[in-house]
């Protein structure tokens, strides 16, 4: 898959995702409940759009508290937009599905014909 394909992929997606947590939660100003929230909608997303995630599990607490050094899980929360700020939250989010996803590979089979 080329990246600009790629690219469109994860924006989708993270429309999808928004669009989701949108209508089925009222966000919070917590910003690692709303976190949890946009993690459970990827995964749900990963299976309906052949994604594999990295991570089963991310502790975004970890993540907005101690340096990228320290962490775990490697993953950059520092320019986590507003969810109030539509379009911002939604171009971060495909760059965070990018980076914490893998495209699934498919298995490739060997056909005999007699």
């Not at 520092?78 to 109030?84: I, Q, T, V, W, Y």
């Not at 939250?89 to 056909?111: E, R, T, Y």
Request: aromatic share 12%; with cysteine; charged share 30%.
């Amino acid at each position: 898959m080329n990246e600009n394909a790629e690219l469109i992929k994860y924006l989708d997606i993270a429309e999808n995702v928004y669009a989701n947590i949108y209508e089925k939660y009222q966000i919070t100003n917590n910003p690692v409940t709303n976190l949890n929230r946009v993690m459970a909608e990827i995964k749900k997303e990963a299976d309906q759009n052949d994604l594999k995630l990295k991570y089963t599990k991310i502790d975004f607490e970890e993540c907005l508290s101690k340096p990228l050094s320290e962490r775990e899980i490697k993953v950059d929360l520092s320019l986590l937009p507003r969810f109030e700020y539509r379009d911002e939250f939604i171009l971060w989010l495909a760059n965070f599905i990018g980076n914490i996803s893998v495209q699934k590979k498919f298995i490739k089979q060997n056909f005999h014909f007699n």
